[in-house]
């Protein structure tokens, strides 16, 4: 009997529930040749030891050494692909200066498929060797350089959902850099729609295209009605922003007389497969619109800092029960990695708890049950994002794919503070949150294969 792709014998950390963490001690993981994990055993169960004498000579077992651990791989449901050729820079300046000054002259750069082919290569890269693996982009305009994402996705082993994004009113956006007119925004995206789906053919992991109005602010309401239709028509994931900001949020209600979920919803872009950015200022209704629709929010905590005018209320949302997961948003947020956003999660809804004013009295300072624990941001980063998404990720758990990340506490250049032997694994699993590094994910696995080796 060697029926089995792979088998992995280790100690796992992966979300229980929203609010509770799961640890496998030393299980074995079989991985079955579709990439998914077919078993799961546990060190007392009678075929622990069966499964061991047969595969642990062989080179598909892979056991961990001492100190590593398997973690879910990380989904990233915001990343403007191309903006990585900027992470770091401008965030001093406000949201429209930033677009106009540094952002869109940028993105007009890849009308050329050779500089997008090397921001492209290099992003897909770096978020993988992050632990990212499941990635909701923006691309840009351009249709060419929108399918090269996909491609580069497909070939690097990720799992990449892919928008050409459309900008279609001449009034929101500049003229070097906008969709040709509304129709020619709608053939492309057509054609980059059937472009992706064949390239999934061939693509163990899977790469999805995605309609992608950029806002509501760059759209004009032939375009957005025209992409609710195509959204329906080849039944793809939607993305865009939703009430990010002040600005964003009463942009909308000055066109139409009504928050940004309901003007999306007419459009017919809030459906189950939705991820809508930010999301700071939904108000109860538009939070029971998403609950409705199956519509998700991609929370982009150190973004929000910046740009959003606020902390969104996560914990209120979550209760109302909407998908939540985690984005970077690179680069309105500088980092690739979703541990520093786990953090920022954490931080803010700590900040939002409590208030930032020291001159009022506390009682009056905070917003009282918004604080999220480290536990419950891992759980956006991972099983939160899989929900989001409607796929098996973000869980180590039978019957959904291997994608995994190893981590190494004890790299000699970089160990982490664990001096005794016998330490809590909870307390070991907090330590990874905060204190992990790059150089600590030693492996990446997407879909039973690896894609990343340090
Ligand atoms: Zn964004």
Redesign the pocket.
Known sequence: MNKYMQLFQGTAFTSKTPTEIQILKDYLFCINTDGMIEKIVAPEDSEYQTLLDIYQDKDNFHQLAEGQYFLPGFVDL?V?APQWAQSGTALDIPLHDWLHTYTFPLESKFSNLDFAKRVYDDVVSTLLANGTTTALY?ATVHKEASILLAEICASKGQRGLVGKVVMDDPEGNPEYYRDADTHTALVDTEEFIIAVKELAKSTKQGVYPVVTPRFIPSCTDDGLAGLGKLAAKYDTYVQS?CS?SDWAHSYVQDRYDKNDAFALNDFGLLRDKSVM??CNFLDDQDVDLFAETGTAIAH?PI?NAYFANSVIPVAHFHSKGVDIGL?S?IS?GFSPSLFDNIRQAVISSRMLEDGVNPSLPAQDRGVPNSRLTVDEAFYLATAGGGESLSLPIGRIQENYVWDVQIIDTQLSSAKLPIFDEKEDLHDIFQKIMYLVRPEHIREVWVQGEKVHTR
């Open positions: 915001h403007h923006f922003h990010e950015a930010h982009c973004s984005g948003d309105g």
